[in-house]
């Protein structure tokens, strides 16, 4: 009996934010200049990304962002809302998703 070598795919979070709360995202990051202008811009980008990044093998989780509670979070945490931030945030989160999937 032959058993086939099941490889285990990574993991990976990417943040999915709300249309109605993207404004409300530009208006608490300290980088808005480097956000997108509209949600649907940054849409485009954000499913673009997801497909490169399943084409390299990883596994997706889109994370959803509340932007009210990012905030609060950054503000717990001692940090400006930006890309860093953003990224604790939804490491953070996916960390709890892959958590209580298994």
Do not use: C
């Amino acid at each position: 009996m032959r058993r086939s070598q099941h490889k285990e795919k990574s993991v990976m979070g990417v943040g999915w934010y709300r249309p109605e709360q993207w404004q409300r995202l530009r208006e608490i990051s300290v980088d808005a200049d480097k956000l997108e202008k509209t949600h649907a811009e940054w849409l485009g980008i954000a499913e673009k990304t997801v497909k490169d990044l399943e084409r390299l093998g990883l596994s997706i989780i889109k994370v959803d962002v509340d932007v009210e509670e990012l905030q609060s979070w950054s503000h717990q945490q001692g940090l400006p809302v930006d890309g860093n931030a953003r990224a604790q945030f939804i490491t953070i989160k996916t960390q709890q998703m892959t958590k209580s999937q298994g």
